[in-house]
């Protein structure tokens, strides 16, 4: 979804190296979430953040830190990163408005392996 | 407990039949329910979403949900190739003070035989 955009798309890193990985969007939502996917074990919540003043923990926050600096960029940050964060992490957006809970729309995704 | 289950599959069909993908759920104050489809190597795609009990319909897909029961299903009509992929369900939890939580399931993989 080119509206969704993260940055890098690929990663390759050691273990110990601080990490960021970067989300813009451009669809006007307001909230925003990071996911990382494993293979057998779907798609898990690190963090989400439904304003620029709100982030809240997710399933797996441990180990991970975000920042909301604008209603458009949410970043993600490893600040020692660890083989086992070898992960394809996504970001994802939904707006807060309208009838009932409104879908997930998700970047492209970065693919992180940590050596 | 938060749990959304799928059977990993993968589930095959002919080219032209219905595939029927089925999904459960714990939480009985789940209220929210969507489908995702996953090409391999890309990020999900949202299919559909079903709020209330019944039948949804868009084009090929219907979403089933069955809230007594705890599920919701997905069935793809006239299944074509291009609709092989890994089907994720997911499931939003009641809202409360600790705000939303969307729960994926693991997905089913689906494949459809020429």
């Known amino acids: 979804d080119a509206d969704v955009t993260q940055t890098p798309r690929n990663r390759i890193t050691k273990t110990g190296k601080r990490i960021m990985l970067e989300c813009s969007q451009t669809k006007g939502h307001d909230r925003m979430y990071w996911y990382r996917q494993d293979p057998g074990l779907g798609l898990r919540l690190i963090y989400y953040s439904f304003d620029v003043k709100d982030i809240n923990k997710g399933e797996i926050s441990d180990g991970y830190s975000v920042s909301r600096q604008a209603q458009a960029k949410f970043s993600l940050s490893l600040e020692s990163a660890i083989p086992n964060q070898t992960a394809l992490y996504f970001c994802a957006t939904s707006s807060s408005e309208g009838m009932g809970d409104q879908p997930q729309h998700f970047g492209d995704g970065t693919r992180l392996s940590i050596l | 407990q938060k749990e959304v289950e799928q059977n990993s599959g993968p589930l095959s069909v002919p080219e032209g039949a219905i595939a029927s993908l089925n999904c459960t759920y714990s939480?009985?104050?789940?209220?929210?329910f969507f489908w995702y489809r996953q090409y391999s190597g890309k990020s999900p795609e949202l299919i559909m979403f079903?709020?209330?009990?019944g039948d949804k319909e868009d084009g090929r897909f219907t979403a089933q949900l069955n809230k007594a029961s705890q599920y919701v299903s997905l069935l793809i009509r006239d299944s074509q190739p291009s609709d092989s992929a890994t089907y994720l369900c997911a499931v939003n939890l009641h809202w409360d003070n600790y705000g939303q939580n969307f729960v994926f399931g693991p997905g089913t993989r689906l494949s459809v035989l020429p």
């Open positions: 079903i709020y209330s009990n």
């Open positions: 939480d009985r104050g789940s209220q929210s």
